[in-house]
Nanobody
Framework: QVQLVESGGGLVQAGGSLRLSCAASGRTFSNYAVGWFRQASGKEREFVSG????????YYADSVKGRFTISRDIAKSTVYLQMNSLKPEDTAEYYCAADFRGNGHPTSRFNYWGQGAQVTVSS
């Protein structure tokens, strides 16, 4: 199994930036695709971004394209989500998830989940 821990959430004003980190322990993290999801209060969880286990494929929800960037540091067993030009509608609990040798696509079956990190964007 792989264990995931998110960090980097917080409160930021609209237009600001945050970088979320997803640190992994356990199995070799380089073998896992990673996805970022979010769930706003009263709404269903939605896919935000994903990166393949090799790192060559990246996916973004339309709502974050051009503002969010996903990347991974194999040596640190960490995946990042750089979030720029944040909007109040980005406010949500953000989760990272892992899929063994997946491609990070929104339809992938992510089996391992972190505990979440709260992101709040004030207007």
């Amino acid at each position: 199994q792989v264990q995931l821990v998110e960090s980097g959430g917080g409160l930021v004003q609209a237009g600001g930036s945050l970088r979320l980190s997803c640190a992994a322990s356990g199995r070799t993290f380089s073998n896992y695709a990673v996805g970022w999801f979010r769930q706003a209060s009263g709404k269903e969880r939605e896919f935000v971004s994903g990166i393949s286990w090799i790192g060559g494929s990246k996916y973004y929800a339309d709502s974050v394209k051009g503002r969010f960037t996903i990347s991974r540091d194999i040596a640190k067993s960490t995946v990042y989500l750089q979030m720029n030009s944040l909007k109040p509608e980005d406010t949500a609990e953000y989760y990272c998830a892992a899929d063994f040798r997946g491609n990070g696509h929104p339809t992938s079956r992510f089996n391992y989940w972190g505990q979440g990190a709260q992101v709040t964007v004030s207007s």
